[in-house]
């Protein structure tokens, strides 16, 4: 199966999502994860699209999601890149346009490690909480711990 | 927005879809009327973009579904026709083009006028029965009337 530019940007347009959740965990540096990732989410008899997308970018994963759904993967900083400079020179058409540039921003911060530091993770988290497919009041939490440095427990692992 | 042909084709194989209802209408010659349609439904806040598929195809309508969902919907059949055209010269991609082919068989027989006969629309429902978006119970319920002649009270109007 052969796809195009143009098809990989519609059929985004109406079936990716660009995602970032922030982990805390605190045997890393400064307790949280952030894990940005583009997904592709189909029933399992469209396998092959996923995996013909996975063969037009040259990256990426495509694995059991839950049930029937299966999905296309990206979640390495260096492909997530590439990913953001496909969308940058072949732009969405939907509003997903708007969440996909939240993300790159969430990116490009990454990229430069801005959220080893405190002021760069509430960057991060308000980006994040603007996307329209987050947990707004976990991260409104996660912000609030992080400003006011209130004590996390030793297993907390909230995923949000 | 300028779209292209191929990112048609990519956002129909994520949102599109190839619907044919068929209700009783006992005012009609043969008790039963044949609706297909060609739908994509999106959020209110991507209009633009159904006023751009619309503007790509020259036909259609565009107009609230329910809640703050807004579709772009083709009914007339000469309109039909050339949606079927376009996706014969530029296929989908994805299992929807299943449902496309036999979509585009439904649209054929009711060119040709099979659906004003008992055996048309027994094939017509067949058809329909095997288009994965179909309500199959009040379909093989239909079949069984138009076979066996079960008579049909006056205000059946069951859309299936």
Redesign the interface.
Known sequence: ?K?????????????GCFHVSINQKKDLKNGFQVLPEFVIV??K??IK?LY?IKKFFGFGIVKKNHDDRWCYVVRKLEHLEKICDFFTKNPL???KNVNFIKFRKVINKIKRKDHLTVDGLVEIIDIVNSMNTQKREKLIELKKQLLCGEERGPGAKDKI
């Open positions: 199966m796809l195009t530019k143009d098809w990989i940007v519609g059929f985004v347009d109406g079936e189909q029933h008899r469209d699209v013909a058409k939907t509003i």
